[in-house]
């Protein structure tokens, strides 16, 4: 079985979730705040727990718009992808 967003999702709109999210953003976009982006995987630095979960909060906050993949290409694991910050 492998990630997937859609399965993940719902999780967000729980209690647990939407606390996550809200930690998770914050967190995630005061590390950006300097550089505009970063790897994906810093989210795993700023949020503990379930792996899957925490990734769903990244796609998640590029679904809101609040990030954005940078496409340069190449293919990568999902943790090394760049994400920059919406404007």
Sequence with gaps: MS????????????D??????????DAFLAATSKTGAARAGLI????TGDSWRTMALLDRMIELGDLAWVEDG????????IVEVSA
Excluded at 6 to 12: G, M, P, S, T, V
Excluded at 16 to 25: I, L, P
Excluded at 44 to 47: L, V
Excluded at 74 to 81: C, D, F, T, V
């Design 3 to 14: 990630y997937s967003y859609e399965e993940q999702r719902a999780w967000i709109f729980t």
């Design 16 to 25: 647990e979730g939407q606390r996550a999210f809200t930690k998770a953003r």
């Design 44 to 47: 795993f630095e700023t949020c």
């Design 74 to 81: 190449k293919a990568r694991a999902w943790q090394h992808r």
